[in-house]
């Protein structure tokens, strides 16, 4: 089982980033798949997550209207559309699958900053 994620970078207020998590080692489209961040000295939150089944999503109220996450089976990718970026959304984003136990991407780091 791995996860890469990747899409990540400074930006600047305001701006958009894509992160995406692409899958390999599983069948993606039996898993729900999550994405979560840690911020410098903080702990890891969660932040959004896709359901295997309905496609149905939650997302964190912080990030609520902002991100959108979506997936693509064909491509064995989740995405991560995140906009309206702010300074406190800077953080290692890491994408997550539980198969017994939990698999973690090795992470991305996002920079909001001007």
């Known amino acids: 089982v791995q996860l890469q994620a990747s899409g990540g970078g400074l930006v600047q207020p305001g701006g958009s980033l894509r992160l995406s998590c692409a899958a390999s080692?599983?069948?993606?489209?039996?898993?729900?798949i999550g994405w979560f961040r840690q911020a410098p000295g903080k702990e890891r939150e969660g932040v959004s997550c896709?359901?295997?089944?309905?496609?149905?999503?939650y997302y964190t109220d912080s990030v609520k209207g902002r991100f959108t996450i979506s997936r693509d089976n064909a491509k064995r990718t989740v995405y991560l559309q995140m906009s309206s970026l702010k300074p406190e959304d800077t953080a290692v984003y890491y994408c997550?699958?539980?198969?017994?136990?939990?698999?973690w991407g090795q992470g991305t780091l996002v920079t909001v900053s001007s």
């Open positions: 896709i359901s295997s089944s309905d496609g149905s999503t």
């Open positions: 080692g599983f069948t993606l489209d039996y898993y729900a």
């Open positions: 997550n699958v539980h198969l017994g136990r939990d698999f």
